[in-house]
């Protein structure tokens, strides 16, 4: 993984921010695929994908986002907006000259992927998402009746933790405590996100007093970079994702999608992960089926970190898919 570090590009977009990206051309006249990470992860946390598919000549553009590791770092969090990072994005594409793109987007990384579905629909020929599926334009339901919509359809309130994430101190508290926030982002046993993440509160208590509980040994393999990435750039940048989710500018920037444009007129694939107690696959399959009438839907068994817990079920998944809407 290392060595992938190294080959690494830099680029300044057009607002003026500078993007640490991985960028392999295509050969043979495959797409290239645009890889987004979610927090708290990294571009490294692809390098299966970004293996895999090098090897079968497709292009690959595999940005660290915004806020996270050799890409710049602003604390403002409106410059975090998912329209604005959709252009950065886009940005790259047109330096390295890529026109026949496929964006794929993991977490926080599938709602941006979906601002670029709203706002750049024609720069490419599909979209994907794991874990997170693909979210509407959002102009009037607010944070805490977001709450309550969750939990009347699940029973629990799934997204209780973006208050804590988004609190003006969590940036100072998280590596104080770095050991424990580690532990349960990337907890082995799955169920103890609705406990210890999801409550509102929760997870500060859980971080705070230092608790601790067994990791999922797949991100034992990014761990060494996470560590000496987010000891290098801290976490406030990252949780500005959490402070744009719950801020009255994310319903404005909604507001500027084209009505037209909510419908996802393009091939798009969703790969949900059964064992996530936070991105529940029934929120993103409604969705799909709603607003993606080409959509292919599938579910691994397995948690949210799924580009890491099953590489080779998800690269063979999205190569059948590519497949399918390229032939």
């Given at each position: 993984m290392e060595?992938?570090?190294s080959s690494f590009k830099h680029f300044k977009v057009s607002r003026g921010f500078n993007y640490r990206y991985f960028f392999s051309p295509a050969t043979s006249g495959k797409p290239t695929l645009l890889f987004i990470h979610g927090f708290p992860s990294l571009a490294i946390d692809w390098h299966h994908q970004i293996?895999?598919?090098k090897a079968?000549?497709?292009?690959?553009?595999?940005?660290?986002?915004?806020?996270?590791?050799?890409?710049?770092?602003?604390?403002?969090?409106?410059?975090?907006?998912?329209?604005?990072?959709?252009?950065?994005?886009?940005?790259?594409?047109?330096?390295?000259?890529v026109t026949n793109a496929i964006a794929?987007?993991?977490d926080w990384g599938a709602r941006t992927n979906s601002s670029l579905a709203h706002f750049h629909p024609d720069r490419f020929i599909g979209f994907g998402f794991l874990a997170v599926g693909y979210t509407a334009p959002n102009t009037s339901v607010t944070y805490d009746e977001l709450q309550a919509q969750m939990t009347q359809l699940l029973g629990y309130n799934p997204y209780g933790y973006w208050e804590d994430?988004?609190?003006?101190?969590?940036?100072?508290?998280?590596?104080?405590?770095?050991?424990?926030?580690?532990?349960?982002l990337h907890a082995?046993?799955?169920?103890?996100?609705?406990?210890?993440?999801?409550p509102p509160g929760a997870?500060?208590?859980f971080i705070e007093s230092d608790s601790r509980t067994p990791r999922d040994p797949a991100l034992d393999q990014v761990q060494r970079i996470h560590d000496k990435e987010f000891a290098k750039g801290g976490f406030r940048g990252p949780l500005n994702y959490y402070r744009v989710a719950i801020s009255a500018e994310e319903l404005e920037d909604a507001k500027k999608v084209p009505l037209e444009n909510y419908t996802v007129k393009k091939p798009?694939?969703?790969?949900?992960?059964?064992?996530?107690?936070?991105?529940?696959?029934i929120i993103a399959q409604t969705a799909a089926k709603q607003y993606c009438p080409q959509a292919t839907i599938e579910t691994f068994d397995t948690g949210h970190w799924v580009l890491l817990d099953v590489p080779k079920d998800v690269n063979l998944a999205l190569e059948k898919w590519i497949n399918s809407i390229v032939a």
């Open positions: 060595s992938l570090l293996t895999f598919f079968k000549g497709y292009g690959l553009v595999v940005p660290d986002m915004l806020g996270y590791g050799g890409t710049d770092k602003p604390e403002e969090y409106t410059e975090y907006l998912h329209s604005l990072l959709a252009q950065d994005l886009v940005d790259i594409l047109d330096h390295e000259e794929i987007g993991h994430f988004s609190s003006s101190d969590a940036a100072d508290i998280i590596p104080k405590h770095v050991e424990s926030f580690w532990d349960i082995k046993d799955t169920r103890t996100w609705r406990f210890n993440i999801c997870i500060s208590v798009v694939y969703l790969g949900c992960t059964e064992r996530d107690e936070i991105c529940v696959p």
